[in-house]
């Protein structure tokens, strides 16, 4: 074995394992697309039509955080949840949740308001969830 046949495989293992991780990687990230209806993986206009309070008008007061931080792991840990229900926004001033958001079944909308009631109270909840309708 020549010098630059050593060489030549010295650079094609790093290349090799490169390919290999991005191949990998193709087919292990999820794909959330909707190819019969495009329009349902994009819930921007929805989030940009709700009133109240945002994101940068919350109180972040380590407690609201706390609660925060509990409901979406439950939501994370659910498994059965659409891209949809992993993505409702979580709104909470003085312990007081508001659930927002499209989600794909009352069961699902019924689902998350129960995780945040296990974790804030019943009469702390409030689901301004709603079921998006399929086109």
Do not use: C, W
Not at 76 to 104: C, E, M, W
Request: hydrophobic share 35%.
């Amino acid at each position: 074995m020549n010098g630059s046949s050593l060489k030549f495989q010295r650079l094609l293992l790093p290349l090799g394992s490169l390919a290999l991780s991005v191949s990998l990687m193709a087919t292990l990230v999820p794909r959330h697309h909707n190819a019969q209806h495009p329009a349902l993986d994009d819930n921007t206009k929805m989030n940009k039509d709700q009133a109240g309070p945002t994101a940068d008008q919350r109180k972040m007061n380590p407690s609201d955080r706390a609660i925060t931080q509990k409901i979406r792991e439950a939501i994370h840990h659910d498994k059965s949840l659409s891209a949809y229900g992993r993505n409702i926004r979580i709104f909470i001033q003085d312990g007081k949740v508001t659930l927002r958001g499209p989600v794909r079944s009352e069961e699902e909308k019924v689902n998350l308001e129960a995780k945040a009631v296990s974790v804030a109270g019943q009469d702390k909840v409030t689901n301004q969830l709603e079921v998006a309708l399929s086109k």
